[in-house]
């Protein structure tokens, strides 16, 4: 019934959902993911003699913290996005509730296609859903097909693998859009995420012209995604520098052009 971890997946919001959609089939879910990701000055305490550890495979708190909590947040957005399929389809849950069995066969079925706004969950601060994302193990030979046998156990710890799977199977099948926050990721988040060498791929910098590059890491990954901006309490956005009538969401995306994450007007499409 969802209990203890997580609210949204329990069986009388799951009720209530039912009961809204009658009138608004639009009704939906917005998961508030947080910003889970891993902090640099936690992740390279963990170098020792001058060995670089993988995150998962160390002792560190941190680093079971983050896996903890992203295990515990794909388990409920599967359990809420089935509510929504069994809504969808008239499929009886009321034996069942939740069934991860039931679930994964139904995400990897070719019969359904889905599209943005099918499934009415949104994941907001979902940038740590590119942890461990590496785009020649994910895809077979540049297309867009997923690579079931990218992620091998000897190089690739249970995370990166079980992440791999949830972004193919849950978020591209099901078109679950994520928010991406970009100044407040830049502002809050300088180390965004790491490779398995501990080296920077955010393109971040003390400069605060600088935008991360974690739009274009999303649209390479082939992942609905929106741009956001985070709560004027947590960091103000600025004016655009250029277009002083662009502030908030516009302002973002000035900013992902002018820094070419949105390299082709095609992408703006791609963009919920």
Request: net charge negative.
């Amino acid at each position: 019934n969802g209990f203890p971890f997580y609210a949204l997946s329990h069986k009388d919001v799951n009720e209530f959902v039912k009961l809204m959609k009658i009138d608004n089939p639009k009704f939906g879910i917005r998961v508030h993911a947080g910003n889970g990701v891993m902090r640099g000055s936690t992740l390279k305490s963990d170098i020792l003699d001058n060995q670089k550890i993988k995150l998962i495979n160390s002792m560190s708190l941190m680093g079971y913290s983050f896996a903890f909590h992203m295990y515990i947040l794909m388990d409920q957005i599967r359990r809420i996005i089935w509510n929504m399929i069994c809504i969808k389809f008239n499929i009886d849950s009321s034996d069942t509730d939740y069934c991860f069995t039931k679930f994964d066969q139904f995400s990897r079925s070719n019969v359904h296609v889905f599209e943005v706004g099918d499934i009415n969950v949104r994941i907001g601060h979902g940038v740590a859903f590119l942890y461990g994302f590496d785009v020649e193990k994910e895809f077979v030979n540049g297309s867009n097909d997923y690579n079931d046998f990218g992620y091998d156990h000897v190089n690739d710890n249970h995370l990166i693998r079980d992440i791999a799977i949830f972004r193919n199977y849950v978020l591209r099948k099901f078109k679950i859009v994520c928010e991406l926050n970009p100044t407040s990721n830049h502002m809050l988040l300088p180390d965004i995420f790491y490779d398995d060498n501990f080296e920077d791929i955010s393109n971040n910098s003390n400069d605060p012209n600088v935008i991360t590059s974690t739009l274009g890491t999303f649209i390479e990954a082939r992942l609905p995604v929106t741009l956001c901006t985070d709560d004027d309490g947590i960091w103000a956005i600025h004016k655009c520098k250029q277009h002083h009538f662009h502030i908030s969401v516009p302002s973002e995306y000035c900013n992902e052009i002018k820094n070419e994450s949105i390299a082709d007007p095609r992408y703006i499409d791609m963009l919920v």
